[in-house]
Nanobody
């Protein structure tokens, strides 16, 4: 019904930058909240950043002032601009979104498949 596909992951040196993207497709009427999560080996999945439909953003303390989340509703896309990356940023990054598929019906939550980000020291 709705698919989220991440892209832009890869290997980057500490101090460098990386831009992740997530494109939603399928039976989409409206996208509400959009989120980036990450999960490192042996750790719980954590919320990295969120952005509401009106553009309000929130960040985990560990990435504040380094990462920026943005959205393009015309393209059903959310981005995560990562700067000054650190080895502890290494994780699988997952896109997540609240999406309604029919007018006047409640939104459902969807996950992408994840993209690996590895930061070398």
């Amino acid at each position: 019904q709705v698919q989220l596909v991440e892209s832009g992951g890869g290997l980057v040196q500490a101090g460098g930058s990386l831009r992740l993207s997530c494109a939603a497709s399928g039976s989409i009427f409206r996208i509400y909240g959009m989120y980036w999560y990450r999960q490192a080996p042996g750790k719980q999945r954590e919320l990295v950043a969120s952005i509401s439909r009106d553009g309000t953003t929130n960040y985990a303390d560990s990435v504040k002032d380094r990462f920026t989340i943005s959205r393009d509703d015309a393209k059903n896309t959310v981005h995560l601009q990562m700067t000054s990356v650190k080895p502890e940023d290494t994780a699988v990054y997952y896109c997540n979104a609240d999406v309604s598929t029919v007018v006047l019906r409640p939104a459902k939550n969807y996950w992408g498949q994840g993209t690996q980000v590895t930061v070398s020291s």
